[in-house]
């Protein structure tokens, strides 16, 4: 006759086996005085655990928990806008230093802003300035571009 | 009569949209098990409400990720063991001894309050002692009903690991509340 082995025992005490090893084993223990015995100590033992009731009736900690978690939630919300509102403006940042580069750029190509800071000296006259013809050049329409505005306060200063 | 409680999937599905109440419901639901395992393992209720803390706020912040490839109770029982583990690492144990305890000899079936308590410090002290891997197979197999199976899924090892150390566990056990001569008929 086989018996019983120690963790099949556990579990016949536990009364986790299948309905049909349950009662296979019930019946071996009705006809064997050792697995008889073996399950008499096995079953006080699995009742004497069962003495150590733990009581969590003073610690609830479920309102702690939700809070926790509501402010977690709230930073993250804060966080996201914050985010989003440097994202919002980005562009508005970017274009704007990039108009600033392009002037620099294109000022410095035309003269207009020298490293040295020096303005050129202004003329609005229609016969063109005299520094044209220094330039060996004839005044036309064509280079009203090139004139700059009479500017007294700056004119010859360096900035 | 059809239950309309969402299951724990359901919460969860919820909570990952954004349904803080859903979390309050996990909670509710499943405390009482955390907390009892948490008590059991660390035998301490400051740490044992700490762990569950986490526990629930770790369920919380994976809500959006979760993906139930198992029992709900099964990965929320490896988040707490896992918890319990850290927590472990941290505190020294001071187990009580069985003779600084006492011993209760008790033959009568029915007992009093103040007898049944002092029995359940003695099962608590004789569980206590058992060496740590056991002691954890024991409280979960015993007091958290889980399966070889699931035991294996919480703690990572074997099912033959799990069911070895019940083995010697259960007959560690038999062997000190026998020596306390507490059996009840």
Request: aromatic share 6%; with cysteine.
């Amino acid at each position: 006759m086989k018996h019983v082995n120690d963790i099949e025992l556990i579990e016949y005490v536990a009364g986790k086996l299948t309905a049909s090893r349950d009662e296979e084993v019930r019946e071996h223990i009705a006809a064997c005085k050792e697995c008889s015995e073996r399950w008499r100590e096995a079953a006080k033992m699995w009742n004497a655990l069962g003495q150590w009731d733990v009581d969590t009736a003073d610690h609830d900690v479920a309102e702690r928990i939700t809070a926790l978690a509501k402010e977690a939630e709230r930073g993250q919300q804060q966080h996201k806008i914050a985010r989003d509102m440097q994202i919002g403006f980005l562009p508005a940042v970017v274009r704007v230093a990039a108009s600033i580069i392009i002037a620099v750029g294109v000022g410095h190509q035309l003269g207009k802003y020298s490293v040295r800071g020096h303005t050129p000296r202004a003329a609005a006259s229609e016969n063109g300035p005299a520094y044209l013809a220094a330039l060996g050049l004839e005044w036309s329409s064509e280079l009203a571009w090139l004139i700059l505005e009479d500017d007294s306060s700056n004119m010859g200063e360096e900035r | 009569m059809t239950s309309d409680k969402p299951n724990d999937t359901e919460l969860m599905t919820r909570l990952a949209a954004g349904d803080m109440s859903a979390l309050g419901d996990l909670v509710r639901r499943h405390q009482d098990k955390v907390l009892s395992l948490s008590y059991r393992v660390l035998r301490d209720w400051h740490r044992a409400e700490d762990v569950a803390q986490e526990t629930f706020l770790r369920v919380y912040r994976a809500a959006k990720h979760y993906k139930p490839k198992a029992k709900f109770t099964t990965w929320l029982y490896r988040i707490v063991i896992n918890l319990c583990f850290d927590e472990q690492r941290k505190q020294a144990k001071t187990a009580v001894s069985l003779e600084e305890a006492g011993q209760a000899v008790l033959a009568e079936s029915d007992c009093n309050a103040a007898e049944r308590k002092e029995v359940a410090e003695l099962v608590k002290t004789a569980v206590n002692e058992l060496p740590e891997r056991q002691r954890l197979a024991v409280i979960l197999h015993r007091y958290d009903g889980l399966s070889h199976a699931e035991i294996g899924e919480v703690t990572g090892w074997t099912k033959s690991a799990v069911e070895s150390l019940l083995v010697r566990a259960y007959a560690n056990l038999r062997e000190k509340l026998d020596k306390m001569k507490y059996f009840v008929e």
